[in-house]
């Protein structure tokens, strides 16, 4: 069935470095891949897209990249900052469903 | 900013109880689903709901779970009898579209004891 692996699943970062999370997906028809931040207690919350006619996009630190031959993308967040600790989930989606399939989660604390 | 809200924040029920879990979507949107979140595990897709049926559903969600929007705006998840291994946390979520992003709510934590 369809599947989305993540690594790592725990990473500690200095304030100010960058944070790098990858994601690997099974099914070659998954066209969306969003990115969704978890802090303690609340419901995930979506922090930036991106679908396959895209190989890249960017918000402000927050980058996601994809690479559709190797079913691969990637968070990338520069100049970590202490509020950036938190749970990040990848998920992706085909075209003939609706539901998204998460990731296993990253917790990422940053260090001040 | 709008968003997405669930009742209870957190629930404590005997086992074989049945209990309901309330949600208020998006107002604009017209696509709403469940996920659920065992303590320290991924996010897991339960069932996807439009035009007042359900549009998909996993292998998590039995006969023991149902779904209802009974007056336009709230949206429900009911748990017939509940075990032990129902015990997550349960999100609410609504999308514009299919297709679309998906918005969540805060979740209701659901302890079955």
């Known amino acids: 069935g369809e599947n989305v692996e993540q690594h790592p699943s725990t990473l500690s970062v200095q304030e100010g470095d960058s944070a790098v999370i990858k994601c690997t997906y099974s099914?070659?028809?998954?066209?969306?891949f969003p990115w969704y931040k978890q802090e303690l207690g609340k419901g995930p919350q979506l922090i930036i897209d991106i679908r396959s006619n895209v190989g890249e996009k960017k918000d402000q630190r927050i980058a996601v990249t994809l690479n559709k031959t190797a079913k691969h993308f990637s968070l990338h967040i520069t100049e970590t900052q202490p509020e950036d600790s938190a749970v990040y989930f990848c998920?992706?989606?085909?075209?003939?469903?609706?539901?998204?399939?998460f990731g296993t989660g990253t917790r990422l604390q940053v260090f001040p | 900013e709008p968003e997405v809200t669930q009742t209870p924040s957190h629930q404590v029920t005997q086992m074989g109880q049945e209990v309901i879990l309330r949600c208020v979507p998006i107002s604009n949107h017209l696509y709403f689903y469940w996920y659920r979140q065992i303590l320290g595990q991924k996010v897991e897709f339960l069932v996807s709901?439009?035009?007042?049926?359900?549009?998909?559903k996993s292998e998590i969600f039995d006969d023991q779970f149902s779904v209802e929007r009974p007056d336009g705006s709230n949206f429900t998840l009911k748990i017939r009898s509940t075990k032990l291994e129902d015990s997550a946390m349960y999100f609410c979520a609504s999308s514009v579209r299919e297709g679309n992003t998906i918005y969540f709510g805060e979740g209701s934590w659901l302890t079955v004891v």
């Open positions: 709901f439009y035009n007042n049926e359900i549009s998909e």
């Open positions: 998920a992706s989606r085909t075209g003939n469903t609706d539901k998204l399939i």
């Open positions: 099914d070659s028809a998954s066209n969306y």
